[in-house]
Every structure is written in structure tokens, then in C-alpha cells.
């Protein structure tokens, strides 16, 4: 999930003036975040509720989802706009209605498994993780207004963050919903303390994300000075302890991550969960 500057160019005269403040990421009763990259999918298929309990069962903070749209306006979670890599159908998710995608099986990793999975729509989401796991929500292709809605109707306003995508989604949440914290991507470009100042000063971040590697222990310090969190992806090939490490000596409280189980262990024997 990597948010570019040059997608925000154009924000500034929506922002708040000198007296912005960030707002607040939902309550953890950890001090480190684990956040479960498309739910925990080390057995499960990824973005599945197999998945999303699975990260349940291991601690996680966070399930990240991809929130898109079908034909009817239904709101589900697919990371890929098109259903080829992840169903036995072929074609774009747009063009499916809900009652269509959910004749389709989603492939699982285990390919002896009889074990049949499906699409979850966003209800099906936040029912599942209503006070037990909070949601990071990636904004692929939705209606600020109708997921705001739908949150409510669940009574999870205080249980997710959303990742941003575009500037129509930037405008379109802050529009929506003032206070839902709205994660930005540190562009590759800021590579230091100054840049990352100039960047959270035009367009104010309530989250940041982006490569852990690319964060300083200043650049973090720096955050925190404007008390905003940073939770960047460590998800990649052989992601271990040797990344997860770099990450504390960085002082980063939080990441997103492929191997949930694993981190909220490594966490664990270093007394940080």
C-alpha cells in the first residue's frame, strides 16, 4: 500500500489551518501494533474469514481488508480488481453482482483441502470483528459515505482506520467523517527529518505508512512530536526477525505484517506485547 505525493497535489486549500490536530488511531491495549496483511494468510486463504479469525486467534491488533464494489453496489473485500488470481471465475469484480460472487470459491492454498471459501462482504466483516479486532481498511474502490454508513451500523466508528488511495478518497473521508483517522503513505522521496516535516505539515497525516526501511529513529521521533503514529509494511520475501528487529531499533511501535503469529511471538520474547 504505498500512497504517492503527487496523488494529494492539490489538497491544500481543504486542509485545516495552524491548529490542526491528528486525529487519534483506535484504542490497542498493546504498545506494539501488529497489523495482519490481508488477514493472517499463512494457512488461509488472504481476505477470507478463515483468514481474519485466524488473525483473531493470534493476537493480531489490526486485520488490514480491501475494501471494493460489485455491479449492485455491494461492498465486499478483494485486494485485486480483477477475480482471476484469488476464484475460480475470471473477470473484474466490478462487473459481478454480490450474488454472483458469492457462487464463486476462493482457491485455497492447500490444494487437497476441501474446505470451500468465499468472498467476505464488508457486514460479514465487521460483524466478525465488532470488539475484537480493529480494521485497517484499504480504500480500493468504494463510496466514502456508504462505508461510513455501514460502520455505523455496526457501531465500529471507534475500531477502524482507513488507508488512502486517491484524493477523491482523501476529500471524500474528511468530508464523511472528520474523525476517522486516515492513514497516508510517506512518499519515497522523503528521505529525512525536513521532508517528512514539510510532507506532515501540507497534507496531515493521522497515520503514516509506508517501507519501515525507509524511517529514521529522528523521522519517528519526529512523528511523535506531532503524535502521530507509524505503521509501516514489513511484509516482503523471508520476512523475519532480522527486519523486525531493524524496525525497534528504528522505535517503531507498529507494522503490517504477512507473518502475525510470528511477530506477536518475536514481540512476546522481547517483552513488548
Known amino acids: 500500500m504505498r500512497f504517492q505525493l503527487l496523488t494529494i497535489l492539490g489538497l491544500l486549500w481543504l486542509l485545516p489551518g495552524d491548529g490542526w490536530q491528528a486525529n487519534p488511531a483506535p484504542v490497542s491495549r498493546h504498545k506494539f501494533i501488529v497489523a ?66 458469492l457462487q464463486l470459491k476462493v482457491k485455497s492454498k492447500d490444494t487437497a483441502s476441501k474446505e470451500v471459501f468465499r468472498i467476505p462482504t464488508f457486514k460479514q466483516i465487521l460483524q466478525l470483528c465488532k470488539n475484537r479486532i480493529g480494521i485497517y481498511l484499504d480504500f480500493k474502490a468504494a463510496d466514502p459515505e456508504q462505508a461510513y454508513q455501514t460502520i455505523k451500523e455496526y457501531g465500529m466508528e471507534k475500531q477502524i482506520l482507513v488507508y488512502i488511495n486517491s484524493a477523491a478518497q482523501f476529500t471524500g473521508w474528511r468530508k464523511a467523517a472528520p474523525k476517522m483517522p486516515l492513514m497516508l503513505s510517506l512518499p519515497d522521496s522523503v528521505k529525512n527529518t525536513a521532508g517528512m516535516k514539510s510532507f506532515i505539515d501540507q497534507y496531515h497525516p493521522d ?67
Open 207 to 273: 497515520i503514516l505508512d509506508g517501507s519501515y526501511n525507509q524511517y529514521t529513529a529522528d523521522m519517528v521521533a519526529l512523528a511523535g512530536e506531532y503524535h502521530i503514529p507509524v505503521w509501516p509494511d514489513i511484509q516482503s520475501v523471508g520476512e523475519g526477525p532480522a527486519d523486525w528487529n531493524k524496525a525497534l531499533v528504528a522505535g517503531l511501535k507498529g507494522l503490517q505484517t504477512d507473518h502475525p503469529a510470528a511477530l506477536v511471538k518475536f514481540l512476546k520474547e522481547k517483552g513488548l506485547r
Open 36 to 101: 495482519a496483511h490481508r488477514g493472517d494468510h499463512v494457512i488461509y486463504p488472504e481476505n477470507t474469514l478463515e483468514a481474519y479469525k485466524e488473525a483473531i486467534k493470534n493476537e493480531a491488533d489490526y486485520v488490514e481488508i480491501d475494501l471494493r464494489t460489485t455491479k449492485d453496489g455491494e461492498l465486499v473485500s478483494m485486494h485485486d480488481g480483477s477475480i482471476n488470481r484469488m476464484t475460480d471465475g475470471k473477470g473484474q469484480l466490478k462487473d459481478f453482482t454480490l450474488a454472483e460472487l
